[in-house]
């Protein structure tokens, strides 16, 4: 559009630990990307609570009443779903608090929820947290980082 | 215009599986699809809106479609949503 080149959007890894590629997450809803392209985190096994930040800056779309997922719209229009551990819905708010609200403007990085990441392992939960892009019209390329530092990922829009 | 009432059948809700089911099954039908919740309107072809409404297992959401004749395609929605495996 108006002769640019290709836009960008880097996505941060919404908590530390390691980033994986959506595929690798243990549930197909994920994997086969049926919510979209995307990356994961597994945090580290002896994770407490953590903070949960926005990937990047953006609108949130909607931060859900359970706290177990949120919704963002990057400045670019990006459609982002952060989604803290497999079925954790069940877990109906318990282990979640969120510090940020649904139509509030975020930076990237800036909390959104805590998570009791060992709350949700001892119920038997997996804590992996994908985040992945749900528009798939809007993703020309997404390349998954392998290094520790810098963005989890890169995501070429359309 | 028509419109059709379902129930949200999902035992979470019209969550993550059961709502990239419904837009997906939205997307093959072709149609331009709205679905609506406690006075919010959301395009059921997008994964991100359909999420964002937020409905539950049990509540009640409107589909709606311009497209007249569509009225079999949209009862094959109804029912998806309202078995709730999907």
């Known amino acids: ?158 | 215009m028509i419109t059709r009432t379902a129930t949200i059948g999902a035992p979470n809700g019209l969550h993550a599986r059961p709502a990239a089911l419904f837009v997906d099954a939205v997307e093959e039908s072709g149609l331009d699809v709205t679905i609506s919740f406690r006075g919010e309107t959301a395009d059921a072809g997008s994964l991100l809106e359909v999420l964002t409404l937020g409905a539950e297992h049990g509540d009640e959401v409107e589909l709606a479609t311009e497209d007249d004749g569509a009225g079999e395609a949209l009862d094959r929605l109804v029912e998806l949503l309202v078995r709730g495996d999907a």
């Open chain 1, 1 to 158: 559009m108006f002769g640019l080149g290709k836009k960008k959007e880097t996505l941060l890894a919404p908590f530390a630990g390691a980033v994986v590629g959506v595929d690798q997450v243990p549930d197909p809803v994920f994997s086969q990307k049926m919510l979209g392209d995307g990356f994961a985190v597994v945090p580290a096994a002896d994770a407490g609570t953590v903070d949960v930040v926005a990937p990047c800056a953006g609108r949130l779309a909607k931060v859900f009443n359970t706290g177990h997922a949120f919704a963002l719209v990057s400045d670019q229009g990006l459609e982002v779903l952060v989604h803290i551990g497999l079925e954790t819905v069940e877990m109906k708010g318990e282990g979640f608090e969120a510090l940020a609200a649904t139509g509030d403007h975020v930076d990237a990085g800036q909390p959104v929820i805590r998570a009791d990441v060992a709350a949700i392992r001892a119920g038997g939960r997996d804590p992996i947290t994908p985040v992945v892009c749900t528009k798939a019209k809007q993703v020309a390329k997404l390349v998954v980082s392998d290094g520790d530092a810098g963005p989890a990922a890169t995501v070429t829009l359309n």
